[in-house]
């Protein structure tokens, strides 16, 4: 993980899906861990959906909530 990647979860927005267009730090848990069963698609979309399940199992969410905040900012 690089640092970036934890602004990216609060600034990209899903690509498809039945969830497409809502912020990947907003997606609900139960959808992160299909793709954790499932198996996340390649490239970085998967790879922040990784980092995101894994920062939503681990009830960390709110460390993003700095990040969120600095965002709406601007």
Do not use: C, T
Request: proline share 7%.
């Amino acid at each position: 993980m690089k640092p970036e990647d934890l602004q990216l979860l609060v600034s990209r927005e899903m690509p498809f899906g039945k969830h497409k267009g809502k912020l990947i730090a907003d997606l609900p848990g139960n959808y992160l861990n299909w793709f954790a069963r499932e198996g996340f698609p390649s490239g970085e979309i998967g790879r922040l959906l990784a980092l995101m399940q894994e920062i939503d199992h681990n009830g960390l969410s709110s460390l993003l909530d700095p990040l969120r905040q600095g965002r709406r900012k601007s």
